[in-house]
């Protein structure tokens, strides 16, 4: 039996069932990421703080960087509503599962982002009689956020690929929605083909979108938003240019 001989044609067919599974993937993880982004920086500044707060973030992180996907959104969907009788929706179970495995992630790539960041420029920033908190913001934090984006990048490409262990709660993401399809075409080799081929093409844009985001963030800043940024500012001047002639 040849590659030919399946029917490929079903792709097509049920490409609008697929697109809205890879939506619901996509809206899960980027509520998730801004979470988990939150969360993470949170986590890592405790984590460099003192005893006995350090510890107690160390135990989250390695708790859930340790945790499979599909074991947290078990434990988060059916577990909290049999312990606590808090009942969650799919989507809601999806998000909190993600971020609360993905913050103990991001909580690492901060904390080696931000000590990455030379103490000269603290010290700097102290110099010039700057507070604690705008050093942070101003100086620490768009440093580390450079050099932790594309790490950030990948965890997110990651969270994608982990919504398709949440079918196991009925989240109609992509592999859900394969799953649905074979059950009445039979077609399995065709339909998981199909959703690898989607996970591939997200996980190419997704990187093409964070290395764009990385070239506006270098110094001197570069790629096609930076160029648009200059162009922008460029006519603006030009324009005060000209009503000042």
């Known amino acids: 039996m040849g590659i030919t001989s399946y029917d490929w044609g079903l792709i097509w067919d049920y490409r609008s069932e697929l697109l809205h599974g890879l939506l ?6 980027v509520v998730a990421l801004v979470i988990s982004v939150v969360a993470g920086l949170g986590l890592a500044m405790v984590r460099l703080g003192k005893a006995p707060f350090t510890w107690i973030a160390a135990i989250y992180i390695n ?8 074991v947290t959104v078990i ?3 059916f577990g909290v509503s049999l312990v606590l009788g808090i009942n969650f929706t799919v989507f809601q179970a999806g998000v909190i599962a993600l971020s609360l495995l993905y913050s103990a992630f991001m909580a690492e ?7 990455a960041v030379p103490h000269g420029h603290r010290e700097a920033g102290q110099a010039l009689g700057m507070r604690d908190t705008r050093i942070f913001f101003s100086v620490v934090a768009p440093q580390a956020f450079k050099i932790a984006l594309p790490n950030v990048g990948s965890m997110f490409i990651g969270m994608i690929k982990d919504t398709s262990t949440f079918t196991v709660i009925g989240l109609l993401e992509v592999v859900r929605v394969v799953q649905n399809v074979n059950a009445q075409t039979f077609q399995p080799f065709v339909l998981y083909t199909a959703a690898a081929a989607i996970y591939v093409l997200v996980a190419f844009a ?10 506006a963030f270098s110094t001197p800043p570069k790629g096609v938003v930076s160029k648009m940024l200059r162009g922008r500012k460029q006519r603006r001047i030009e ?3 000209a009503e000042l002639a």
């Open 206 to 215: 997704v990187d093409l979108l964070f290395r764009v985001g990385e070239g």
């Open 63 to 70: 708790v859930f960087r340790g945790m499979p996907a599909l």
């Open 109 to 115: 790539i901060f904390r080696s982002a931000l000590q």
């Open 75 to 77: 434990w988060i969907y």
């Open 239 to 241: 324009a005060l240019v």
């Open 24 to 29: 619901t993937a996509l809206e899960v993880s």
